[in-house]
């Protein structure tokens, strides 16, 4: 996207995201940013589901129902106007469908897109590749490099804490219903974690700043500087050693309370990566986590990346809260009801 400024556009332009669609508002991580966006009261929200969809959405909410399964006509009606799409579609969901959306909000005119990238840093080839997700950050690119009009922006917050520590052993290594833990390595390594409510903050802060500067002289942050890039956010920067002496804080428990076993993460990646290409998807998880605790700690972003934290006004959080949280999530097999 040109640099482009306010004082330039034509006469009766607001400098401002107003109008935001979401794909995916009922779901874990879409729920959040909805919520997170109507909170700001400066934007409608209009939710782009299936006629079927049985989803309970935030007060306050548009929605419009499309069948995406038919020809693009209801989807681009349902896009006119709007100056943000996000999607938000579970990691199962078609990429047909993914890019049908996509090209009907280039179609629309839609400036900007969030598509359905929530996690690692894109511009880390070998994590990508590691990770199986190389080809899905290339096609995403491709796909709005071919789009006049409009841009996409990743969000990168690496994992979902709460998510993945109440996730069960192939994430974070965590079993809450059976006391156990698996250390990996030594459990050491460094990385960024993100909890849904920050991500939401994040989108919510982010689509209320500015969309251009005023002339050339403004510096202040706009939601163009970020077309075709990345917004890069933390909750926290910790270890798996970190996370476990949350857990056992939350809990009032000591090590001989917990069944611990010890692994390789580099073989634990090197044998679910295996498993995934012979066709079990359901490797994947293992093999998706496992690699982030690599000793090279590609994970770790903000000694890659300046984040984006104090520029959207993030705050801190309380790492035992969020931990507390995980643990009655995983007791109650919330993250299998999350998918």
């Not at 209801?74 to 999607?87: N, P, R, S």
């Not at 809450?176 to 698996?182: A, G, L, P, Y």
């Not at 890039?229 to 050693?241: A, C, D, E, P, T």
Request: overall charge negative; charged content about 25%.
């Amino acid at each position: 996207m040109a640099n482009k400024y306010a004082n330039d556009q034509p006469e009766g332009f607001t400098n401002r995201i107003e109008r935001v669609a979401i794909v995916g508002a009922g779901g874990s991580i879409g729920r959040h940013l909805t919520e997170a966006l109507i909170k700001t009261g400066k934007h409608t929200v209009t939710a782009i589901t299936r006629p079927n969809s049985t989803s309970k959405l935030p007060e306050g909410v548009k929605v419009i129902h499309v069948d995406y399964s038919g020809d693009d006509t209801a989807l681009l009606e349902a896009l006119q106007d709007q100056q943000v799409l996000l999607i938000t579609m579970a990691v199962t969901a078609p990429r047909g469908t993914i890019s049908k959306i996509v090209q009907a909000a280039g179609k629309a005119g839609v400036p900007y897109v969030l598509p359905n990238w929530f996690g690692h840093d894109s511009t880390n080839d070998s994590l990508c590749d590691d990770s199986m997700l190389s080809p899905s950050r290339d096609s995403i690119i491709a796909e709005f490099e071919a789009l006049d009009k409009t841009s996409y922006i990743f969000l990168v917050c690496n994992f979902w804490y709460e998510f993945s520590l109440g996730g069960g052993p192939d994430r974070f290594g965590f079993d809450f219903k059976e006391s156990s833990f698996i250390q990996f390595d030594e459990n050491d390594v460094v990385f960024n974690t993100t909890t849904w409510p920050q991500c939401g903050r994040a989108i919510a802060s982010l689509l209320s700043l500015k969309e251009f500067p005023d002339d050339e002289d403004d510096k202040s942050p706009t939601l163009s500087q970020f077309a075709n890039g990345s917004v890069y956010i933390s909750s926290f920067r910790l270890s798996q050693r970190d996370m476990w002496e949350s857990v056992k804080r939350v809990t009032g428990t000591v090590d001989a309370d917990w069944t611990i076993t010890h692994e390789s993460a580099a073989q634990r990646w090197k044998e679910s990566r295996v498993a995934v290409e012979k066709g079990d998807f359901a490797s994947f998880p293992r093999m998706l986590y496992s690699r982030m605790f690599f000793p090279t700690a590609d994970g770790d972003l903000q000694s890659r990346h300046e984040l984006h934290n104090n520029l959207l006004s993030l705050p801190a959080e309380d790492l035992d809260e969020y931990t507390a949280i995980a643990i009655r999530m995983g007791e109650n097999d919330e993250v299998v009801k999350a998918h």
